[in-house]
């Protein structure tokens, strides 16, 4: 029932910036945890950033803290990710997640993912 449908990817130059949209539905969005996960080709997935249900709270993996920012918009059941200062190694497929239990947690359910490509 939950359905997660991740947008805005795609081939962006080294430096640039992307925003990453996500919309949820089957569930009532304001009372979850959202985050992102990515994966490279030949390696695993990995937690980029998640944001609490009201938005006041979110973490970031080392590697982009500072860069991306996560975000939500409850009235549009949306979570976004706005990646600035993009590296080539970003690369990744990037995949919006539902955390039922929490902003400390893992996935319960995951978007079917969208392409970042980021290459001179």
């Known amino acids: 029932q939950v359905q997660l449908v991740e947008s805005g990817g795609g081939l962006v130059q080294p430096g640039g910036s992307l925003r990453l949209s996500c919309v949820a539905s089957g569930i009532t969005f304001s009372i979850y945890t959202m985050g992102w996960y990515r994966q490279a080709p030949g390696k695993q997935r990995e937690l980029v950033a998640r944001?609490?249900?009201?938005?006041?709270?979110?973490n970031y993996a080392d590697s982009v803290k500072g860069r991306f920012t996560i975000s939500r918009d409850n009235a549009k059941n949306t979570v976004y990710l706005q990646m600035n200062t993009l590296k080539p190694e970003d690369t990744a497929v990037y995949y919006c997640?539902?955390?039922?239990?929490?902003?400390?947690?893992?996935?319960?359910?995951w978007g079917q993912g969208t392409q970042v490509t980021v290459s001179s």
């Open positions: 997640t539902l955390h039922r239990a929490g902003i400390g947690t893992g996935p319960s359910s």
């Open positions: 944001i609490s249900d009201g938005g006041r709270l979110t």
